[in-house]
């Protein structure tokens, strides 16, 4: 009787590869800073929404006149829903 090895458990493609390995160089170091952030917010009790908001910002304000677009859609989207519902005309 001739023995064939189990296929299933040897990986075919990458994706049994983790994920690290497949990412490219900056997506590792983004993935390292990432955890290092989080670890350090961690062991400093700071809450996960304070987290989020501090990452958030950070990269609104690494990217020139982003806060600025965002405000600008967010004030567009206000006005819309004053007109929607009827307490201002149209101009």
């Known amino acids: 009787m001739q023995h064939h090895p189990d296929r299933s458990a040897q990986p075919e ?32 009790g700071v809450d996960v929404d304070a987290f989020m908001k501090g990452a958030w910002s950070a990269y609104v304000e690494s990217r020139p006149g982003m806060r600025d677009y965002l405000e600008e859609m967010q004030l567009r989207d206000q006005l819309d829903e004053i007109r929607k519902a009827g307490r201002m005309g149209q101009a």
């Open 13 to 44: 493609n990458n994706e049994s590869e983790p994920a690290s390995a497949r990412a490219l160089p900056w997506q590792v170091e983004l993935g390292q800073l990432l955890t290092q952030a989080a670890a350090i917010c961690v062991e400093q």
